[in-house]
């Protein structure tokens, strides 16, 4: 247990020294099934703790708490299940959010959120997990910083870059900051030197251990879980979810060109009229 101060408390005509203990560091690492949160994990622990699958089906099945030291202080590391469980058969959507709340739930303060994706198959409906997530359980006054992590980019000349080519597409999602990298070391070498990935590897170890120093200690937030919110309603749009997806995105255009909708509503109601004018006559 960590203690932020000590305090001197005079009750009953006693001094007493008494610890305050400040709230955990808490740090979730979230995204879709297969994307590489228990990797990322692994990565920053130096050991292999998290369970990593190389199968379709997804690997991590509840919430899994690490305890680390990221610039020499404690943290929680929470590794979650994937939010497209559906397609990969083991938890189902549902589940998957409903572990999500419950986690934050529990926790009660949140530090950090670190969205990983994969940049090789990176796909529209990330807005839609953020929005849930980040948004919506994690709904409160202040919001809990964000950070990207984007895995799966060893293959690239400069991982990088591909922040400058695709960052267009996070227009509706607000980052603290992010970090372009692999969290696979890939294939020992024939010779058994090492390992093909290693030195992009260690590279990206530093890149996500600056980013959480940067980010995780700034502040606290409580949250207040949305309570009337069921989980098939945060779950509309999210990869697996109920074939909702084309209502989420119309709403979400709607919200984004204000304007237009009207424009689009004054439009359909004026085309209704004419109608309903024709049929009458
Ligand atoms: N090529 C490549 N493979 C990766 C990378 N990160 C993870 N992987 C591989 O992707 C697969 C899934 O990785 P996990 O870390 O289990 O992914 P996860 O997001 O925890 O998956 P779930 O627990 O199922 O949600 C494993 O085979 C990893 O070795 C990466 O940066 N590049
Ligand atoms: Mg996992």
Same mark, same amino acid.
């Given at each position: 247990?960590?203690?932020?101060?000590?305090?001197?408390?005079?009750?009953?005509?006693?001094?007493?020294?008494?610890?305050?203990?400040?709230?955990?560091?808490?740090?979730?690492?979230?995204?879709?099934?297969?994307?590489?949160?228990?990797?990322?994990?692994?990565?920053?622990?130096?050991?292999?703790?998290?369970?990593?699958?190389?199968?379709?089906?997804?690997?991590?099945?509840?919430?899994?708490?690490?305890?680390?030291?990221?610039?020499?202080?404690?943290?929680?590391?929470?590794?979650?299940?994937?939010?497209?469980?559906?397609?990969?058969?083991?938890?189902?959507?549902?589940?998957?959010?409903?572990?999500?709340?419950?986690?934050?739930?529990?926790?009660?303060?949140?530090?950090?959120?670190?969205? @990983? #994706?994969?940049? =090789? %198959?990176? &796909?529209?409906?990330?807005?839609?997990?953020?929005?849930? *997530?980040?948004?919506?359980?994690? /709904?409160?006054?202040?919001?809990?910083?964000?950070?990207?992590?984007?895995?799966?980019?060893?293959?690239?000349?400069?991982?990088?870059?591909?922040?400058?080519?695709?960052?267009?597409?996070?227009?509706?999602?607000?980052?603290?900051?992010?970090? @372009? #990298?692999?969290? =696979? %070391?890939? &294939?020992?070498?024939?010779?058994?030197?090492?390992?093909? *990935?290693?030195?992009?590897?260690? /590279?990206?170890?530093?890149?996500?251990?600056?980013?959480?120093?940067?980010?995780?200690?700034?502040?606290?937030?409580?949250?207040?879980?949305?309570?009337?919110?069921?989980?098939?309603?945060?779950?509309?749009?999210?990869?697996?979810?109920?074939?909702?997806?084309?209502?989420?995105?119309?709403?979400?255009?709607?919200?984004?060109?204000?304007?237009?909708?009207?424009?689009?509503?004054?439009?359909?109601?004026?085309?209704?009229?004419?109608?309903?004018?024709?049929?009458?006559?």
């Amino acid at each position: 247990m960590s203690y932020g101060a000590m305090a001197f408390s005079r009750s009953s005509g006693r001094n007493y020294i008494c610890a305050i203990a400040s709230p955990p560091i808490n740090i979730i690492v979230f995204g879709e099934s297969g994307v590489g949160k228990s990797s990322i994990i692994n990565m920053l622990m130096g050991e292999p703790v998290a369970a990593v699958s190389n199968q379709a089906v997804g690997c991590t099945y509840e919430s899994n708490k690490f305890r680390a030291i990221i610039a020499g202080r404690e943290v929680m590391l929470y590794d979650t299940a994937g939010l497209n469980e559906a397609e990969a058969g083991t938890v189902s959507p549902e589940q998957a959010v409903q572990n999500l709340r419950s986690l934050v739930t529990e926790l009660k303060t949140v530090n950090l959120l670190v969205y @990983c #994706i994969r940049g =090789t %198959r990176f &796909r529209k409906i990330m807005a839609d997990n953020y929005e849930m *997530f980040c948004n919506t359980i994690c /709904g409160s006054d202040r919001k809990v910083p964000v950070v990207l992590v984007v895995t799966g980019l060893e293959n690239e000349e400069n991982m990088d870059d591909w922040w400058e080519y695709n960052k267009v597409d996070f227009d509706e999602m607000e980052f603290r900051g992010h970090a @372009c #990298i692999t969290a =696979t %070391r890939g &294939r020992v070498f024939r010779d058994g030197s090492g390992y093909i *990935f290693q030195d992009l590897y260690d /590279g990206s170890k530093e890149k996500v251990t600056r980013l959480l120093e940067d980010h995780a200690f700034e502040s606290s937030v409580t949250i207040v879980p949305p309570k009337n919110t069921s989980t098939s309603i945060l779950l509309l749009g999210v990869a697996g979810g109920p074939n909702l997806g084309i209502l989420s995105s119309l709403l979400r255009w709607c919200k984004e060109r204000p304007i237009l909708c009207l424009l689009a509503l004054l439009f359909s109601c004026g085309i209704l009229y004419m109608v309903c004018l024709l049929y009458l006559q």
